[in-house]
Protein backbone atom coordinates (compact mmCIF):
# COMPACT_ATOMS: atom_id res chain seq x y z
CA UNK A 1 0.00 0.00 0.00
CA UNK A 2 1.53 3.11 -1.31
CA UNK A 3 1.30 6.41 1.29
CA UNK A 4 0.40 9.52 -0.25
CA UNK A 5 2.43 12.43 0.20
CA UNK A 6 1.05 15.01 2.28
CA UNK A 7 2.37 18.25 2.25
CA UNK A 8 2.63 20.16 5.27
CA UNK A 9 1.28 23.57 4.99
CA UNK A 10 2.33 26.86 6.85
CA UNK A 11 -0.70 28.36 8.53
CA UNK A 12 -0.52 31.71 7.90
CA UNK A 13 -0.92 34.31 10.55
CA UNK A 14 -3.53 37.11 10.36
CA UNK A 15 -0.70 40.23 9.94
CA UNK A 16 0.50 37.70 6.97
CA UNK A 17 -2.86 37.43 5.61
CA UNK A 18 -3.77 41.05 5.64
CA UNK A 19 -0.48 41.95 4.04
CA UNK A 20 -1.33 39.88 0.82
CA UNK A 21 -4.91 40.81 0.76
CA UNK A 22 -3.84 44.59 1.03
CA UNK A 23 -1.50 43.88 -1.54
CA UNK A 24 -4.20 42.03 -4.30
CA UNK A 25 -6.18 44.96 -3.57
CA UNK A 26 -3.46 47.35 -4.39
CA UNK A 27 -2.64 45.75 -7.41
CA UNK A 28 -6.34 46.10 -8.49
CA UNK A 29 -6.69 49.33 -8.09
CA UNK A 30 -3.79 50.19 -10.36
CA UNK A 31 -5.06 47.74 -12.91
CA UNK A 32 -8.49 50.08 -12.89
CA UNK A 33 -6.40 53.36 -13.37
CA UNK A 34 -4.26 52.13 -16.03
CA UNK A 35 -7.61 50.34 -17.41
CA UNK A 36 -10.27 52.96 -17.32
CA UNK A 37 -8.03 55.59 -19.86
CA UNK A 38 -7.14 52.70 -22.20
CA UNK A 39 -11.11 51.87 -21.83
CA UNK A 40 -12.69 55.28 -21.92
CA UNK A 41 -10.74 56.35 -25.24
CA UNK A 42 -11.61 53.42 -26.90
CA UNK A 43 -15.91 53.88 -26.02
CA UNK A 44 -15.10 57.71 -26.84
CA UNK A 45 -13.63 56.62 -30.08
CA UNK A 46 -16.76 54.58 -30.94
CA UNK A 47 -19.47 56.74 -29.73
CA UNK A 48 -21.41 59.44 -31.68
CA UNK A 49 -19.93 63.25 -31.69
CA UNK A 50 -23.06 64.49 -29.61
CA UNK A 51 -22.33 61.80 -26.90
CA UNK A 52 -18.68 62.73 -26.71
CA UNK A 53 -19.27 66.49 -26.73
CA UNK A 54 -22.58 66.29 -23.94
CA UNK A 55 -19.91 64.01 -21.34
CA UNK A 56 -22.25 61.14 -21.43
CA UNK A 57 -18.99 58.27 -22.31
CA UNK A 58 -17.86 57.29 -19.70
CA UNK A 59 -17.31 53.69 -19.93
CA UNK A 60 -19.71 52.19 -22.24
CA UNK A 61 -19.69 53.62 -25.74
CA UNK A 62 -23.06 55.61 -26.22
CA UNK A 63 -24.84 55.72 -29.50
CA UNK A 64 -22.24 53.58 -31.25
CA UNK A 65 -20.69 55.57 -34.32
CA UNK A 66 -17.58 55.19 -36.47
CA UNK A 67 -17.68 58.94 -37.96
CA UNK A 68 -14.10 59.25 -36.14
CA UNK A 69 -12.58 56.52 -37.58
CA UNK A 70 -14.06 57.32 -41.47
CA UNK A 71 -12.55 60.90 -41.26
CA UNK A 72 -9.18 60.00 -39.88
CA UNK A 73 -8.77 57.04 -42.45
CA UNK A 74 -10.18 59.02 -45.69
CA UNK A 75 -7.92 62.16 -45.06
CA UNK A 76 -5.12 61.71 -47.59
CA UNK A 77 -2.45 63.55 -44.73
CA UNK A 78 -3.35 60.78 -42.04
CA UNK A 79 -2.29 57.93 -44.69
CA UNK A 80 0.23 59.70 -45.90
CA UNK A 81 1.94 60.79 -42.43
CA UNK A 82 0.78 56.84 -41.08
CA UNK A 83 3.51 55.58 -44.01
CA UNK A 84 6.02 58.25 -43.64
CA UNK A 85 6.04 57.23 -39.85
CA UNK A 86 6.52 53.85 -41.30
CA UNK A 87 9.11 54.41 -43.16
CA UNK A 88 10.86 56.58 -40.25
CA UNK A 89 10.45 53.58 -37.68
CA UNK A 90 11.93 51.37 -39.58
CA UNK A 91 14.70 52.98 -41.05
CA UNK A 92 15.57 54.22 -37.56
CA UNK A 93 15.11 51.25 -35.91
CA UNK A 94 17.47 49.54 -38.30
CA UNK A 95 20.60 52.21 -38.07
CA UNK A 96 19.91 52.36 -34.42
CA UNK A 97 20.38 48.71 -33.20
CA UNK A 98 23.02 47.91 -35.57
CA UNK A 99 24.81 51.26 -34.32
CA UNK A 100 24.26 50.42 -30.77
CA UNK A 101 25.71 46.74 -31.34
CA UNK A 102 28.60 47.32 -33.08
CA UNK A 103 29.49 49.91 -30.11
CA UNK A 104 28.25 48.07 -27.14
CA UNK A 105 30.26 44.76 -28.05
CA UNK A 106 33.67 46.25 -27.95
CA UNK A 107 32.95 47.92 -24.71
CA UNK A 108 32.14 44.59 -23.20
CA UNK A 109 35.51 43.18 -23.82
CA UNK A 110 37.39 43.18 -21.32
CA UNK A 111 40.80 43.45 -23.91
CA UNK A 112 39.48 46.44 -25.37
CA UNK A 113 41.50 49.49 -24.96
CA UNK A 114 40.31 52.80 -24.13
CA UNK A 115 36.80 51.48 -23.02
CA UNK A 116 36.55 53.01 -19.76
CA UNK A 117 37.51 56.23 -21.20
CA UNK A 118 34.90 55.68 -23.89
CA UNK A 119 32.32 54.87 -20.82
CA UNK A 120 32.96 57.66 -19.43
CA UNK A 121 32.76 59.64 -22.24
CA UNK A 122 29.28 58.39 -23.01
CA UNK A 123 27.98 58.45 -19.96
CA UNK A 124 28.70 62.60 -19.28
CA UNK A 125 26.35 63.02 -22.66
CA UNK A 126 23.21 61.53 -20.86
CA UNK A 127 23.92 64.22 -18.06
CA UNK A 128 24.97 66.95 -20.32
CA UNK A 129 23.66 68.07 -23.93
CA UNK A 130 24.86 70.93 -26.04
CA UNK A 131 20.44 72.08 -26.75
CA UNK A 132 18.28 72.53 -29.14
CA UNK A 133 20.14 75.25 -30.87
CA UNK A 134 23.48 73.55 -31.70
CA UNK A 135 21.39 70.59 -32.72
CA UNK A 136 19.59 72.80 -35.16
CA UNK A 137 22.81 74.11 -36.11
CA UNK A 138 24.65 71.08 -36.66
CA UNK A 139 21.81 69.46 -38.96
CA UNK A 140 21.56 72.68 -40.88
CA UNK A 141 25.63 72.65 -41.48
CA UNK A 142 25.05 68.62 -42.78
CA UNK A 143 22.63 69.70 -45.29
CA UNK A 144 20.23 67.25 -43.43
CA UNK A 145 16.97 70.00 -42.84
CA UNK A 146 13.94 69.04 -44.58
CA UNK A 147 14.69 65.41 -45.35
CA UNK A 148 14.25 62.19 -44.14
CA UNK A 149 18.17 62.03 -42.28
CA UNK A 150 16.87 64.66 -40.23
CA UNK A 151 14.48 62.58 -38.19
CA UNK A 152 17.22 59.45 -38.82
CA UNK A 153 20.69 60.44 -38.03
CA UNK A 154 20.78 62.94 -35.02
CA UNK A 155 19.42 60.14 -32.16
CA UNK A 156 20.66 57.37 -34.12
CA UNK A 157 22.07 55.81 -30.66
CA UNK A 158 20.96 56.44 -27.14
CA UNK A 159 23.47 55.83 -24.36
CA UNK A 160 21.24 53.96 -22.01
CA UNK A 161 20.39 51.37 -24.74
CA UNK A 162 24.31 51.04 -25.01
CA UNK A 163 24.44 50.20 -21.62
CA UNK A 164 21.85 47.56 -21.64
CA UNK A 165 23.25 45.35 -24.59
CA UNK A 166 26.98 46.33 -23.12
CA UNK A 167 25.77 44.63 -19.91
CA UNK A 168 23.90 41.87 -22.13
CA UNK A 169 27.05 40.93 -23.86
CA UNK A 170 29.39 40.94 -20.62
CA UNK A 171 26.86 38.31 -18.83
CA UNK A 172 25.79 36.47 -22.01
CA UNK A 173 28.98 36.10 -24.35
CA UNK A 174 32.05 34.42 -21.99
CA UNK A 175 35.61 35.42 -22.47
CA UNK A 176 36.22 31.77 -22.82
CA UNK A 177 34.11 31.05 -26.23
CA UNK A 178 36.25 34.31 -27.19
CA UNK A 179 39.55 32.76 -26.45
CA UNK A 180 38.25 29.68 -28.41
CA UNK A 181 37.40 31.51 -31.35
CA UNK A 182 40.56 33.03 -31.83
CA UNK A 183 42.61 29.93 -31.35
CA UNK A 184 40.23 28.61 -34.04
CA UNK A 185 41.35 31.62 -36.59
CA UNK A 186 37.80 32.94 -36.39
CA UNK A 187 37.94 37.02 -37.33
CA UNK A 188 36.44 39.36 -34.68
CA UNK A 189 33.78 40.24 -37.08
CA UNK A 190 32.61 36.63 -38.10
CA UNK A 191 32.77 36.18 -34.52
CA UNK A 192 29.93 38.73 -34.02
CA UNK A 193 27.92 37.85 -37.15
CA UNK A 194 28.42 34.15 -36.59
CA UNK A 195 28.46 33.63 -32.63
CA UNK A 196 27.21 36.67 -30.92
CA UNK A 197 24.41 37.71 -32.58
CA UNK A 198 22.55 34.43 -32.98
CA UNK A 199 22.81 34.34 -29.06
CA UNK A 200 21.85 38.10 -28.74
CA UNK A 201 18.47 37.58 -30.03
CA UNK A 202 16.52 38.56 -27.03
CA UNK A 203 18.85 42.30 -26.66
CA UNK A 204 18.06 42.98 -30.13
CA UNK A 205 14.56 42.49 -29.61
CA UNK A 206 14.45 44.60 -26.92
CA UNK A 207 16.72 47.67 -28.35
CA UNK A 208 14.37 47.29 -31.68
CA UNK A 209 11.08 47.78 -29.18
CA UNK A 210 13.12 50.71 -27.45
CA UNK A 211 13.65 52.64 -30.88
CA UNK A 212 10.74 51.32 -32.38
CA UNK A 213 8.47 53.12 -30.09
CA UNK A 214 11.14 56.23 -29.28
CA UNK A 215 10.53 56.96 -33.29
CA UNK A 216 6.87 56.21 -33.61
CA UNK A 217 5.50 58.57 -30.97
CA UNK A 218 8.35 61.62 -31.58
CA UNK A 219 6.89 64.34 -33.27
CA UNK A 220 9.05 67.32 -31.95
CA UNK A 221 12.08 66.71 -34.46
CA UNK A 222 9.98 66.75 -37.42
CA UNK A 223 8.16 69.65 -36.17
CA UNK A 224 11.66 71.42 -35.94
CA UNK A 225 13.39 69.93 -38.83
CA UNK A 226 10.86 69.03 -41.56
CA UNK A 227 9.13 72.13 -43.24
CA UNK A 228 7.58 70.19 -46.48
CA UNK A 229 4.42 68.64 -45.58
CA UNK A 230 4.57 65.63 -47.91
CA UNK A 231 7.55 64.50 -45.48
CA UNK A 232 5.66 65.09 -41.68
CA UNK A 233 5.06 61.78 -39.91
CA UNK A 234 2.22 60.42 -38.82
CA UNK A 235 2.42 62.40 -34.68
CA UNK A 236 3.04 65.47 -36.38
CA UNK A 237 -0.21 65.43 -38.72
CA UNK A 238 -2.39 64.57 -36.15
CA UNK A 239 -1.21 67.68 -34.19
CA UNK A 240 -1.61 69.65 -37.26
CA UNK A 241 -5.28 68.47 -37.96
CA UNK A 242 -6.28 68.89 -34.29
CA UNK A 243 -5.18 72.62 -34.37
CA UNK A 244 -6.74 73.14 -37.61
CA UNK A 245 -10.28 71.42 -36.59
CA UNK A 246 -9.90 73.35 -33.39
CA UNK A 247 -9.15 76.45 -34.75
CA UNK A 248 -12.35 78.79 -35.58
CA UNK A 249 -12.81 81.46 -38.24
CA UNK A 250 -13.49 84.83 -37.59
CA UNK A 251 -16.38 84.69 -40.24
CA UNK A 252 -17.55 80.62 -40.16
CA UNK A 253 -21.17 80.06 -39.32
CA UNK A 254 -22.09 79.07 -35.72
CA UNK A 255 -23.60 75.79 -36.49
CA UNK A 256 -20.74 74.61 -38.85
CA UNK A 257 -18.26 75.48 -36.42
CA UNK A 258 -19.65 73.87 -33.29
CA UNK A 259 -20.27 70.97 -35.89
CA UNK A 260 -16.99 71.05 -36.91
CA UNK A 261 -15.58 71.17 -33.09
CA UNK A 262 -17.41 67.88 -32.16
CA UNK A 263 -15.86 65.88 -35.34
CA UNK A 264 -12.66 67.42 -33.56
CA UNK A 265 -13.49 66.32 -30.36
CA UNK A 266 -14.31 62.88 -31.66
CA UNK A 267 -11.52 62.69 -34.02
CA UNK A 268 -8.66 63.06 -31.12
CA UNK A 269 -10.08 59.67 -29.64
CA UNK A 270 -9.76 58.03 -32.67
CA UNK A 271 -6.34 59.67 -33.38
CA UNK A 272 -5.28 58.30 -30.46
CA UNK A 273 -6.64 54.73 -30.86
CA UNK A 274 -5.19 54.85 -34.66
CA UNK A 275 -1.78 56.08 -33.38
CA UNK A 276 -1.13 53.79 -30.64
CA UNK A 277 -2.17 50.59 -32.33
CA UNK A 278 1.24 49.62 -34.15
CA UNK A 279 3.15 49.56 -31.10
CA UNK A 280 -0.19 47.59 -29.22
CA UNK A 281 0.00 44.66 -31.99
CA UNK A 282 3.66 44.07 -32.13
CA UNK A 283 4.60 44.48 -28.39
CA UNK A 284 3.10 40.79 -27.82
CA UNK A 285 5.06 39.15 -30.22
CA UNK A 286 8.29 41.01 -28.62
CA UNK A 287 7.22 40.51 -24.46
CA UNK A 288 9.19 37.24 -24.34
CA UNK A 289 12.69 38.79 -25.57
CA UNK A 290 11.75 41.77 -23.91
CA UNK A 291 11.22 40.77 -20.41
CA UNK A 292 14.54 38.06 -21.03
CA UNK A 293 16.61 40.46 -22.50
CA UNK A 294 15.20 43.34 -20.38
CA UNK A 295 16.36 41.08 -17.00
CA UNK A 296 19.75 39.77 -18.56
CA UNK A 297 20.85 43.45 -19.34
CA UNK A 298 20.19 44.44 -15.88
CA UNK A 299 21.91 42.43 -13.64
CA UNK A 300 25.50 44.01 -13.65
CA UNK A 301 26.58 47.63 -14.41
Do not use: H
Not at 268 to 276: G, M
Amino acid sequence: MKRRKQKSRIKESFTDQLFLYSVYAFLILVLIIVLYPIVYIVSSSISSAEAVTAGEVWLWPVDISFAGYREVLTNSDVLRGFKNSIIYTISYTLLAVVLTVVFAYPLSRRNFYGRTFLMFFILITMLFSGGLIPEYLLVQRLGMLDSIWAIIIPKAIAVWQVIIARTFFQTSIPEELVEASEMDGCSSIRFLWSVVLPLSKPIIAVLALMYAVIQWNSYFDAMIFLKTRDLFPLQLELREILITQTSSGANMDIAVQAERDRLANLMKYSLIVVSSLPVLVIYPFAQKYFVKGMLIGSVKG
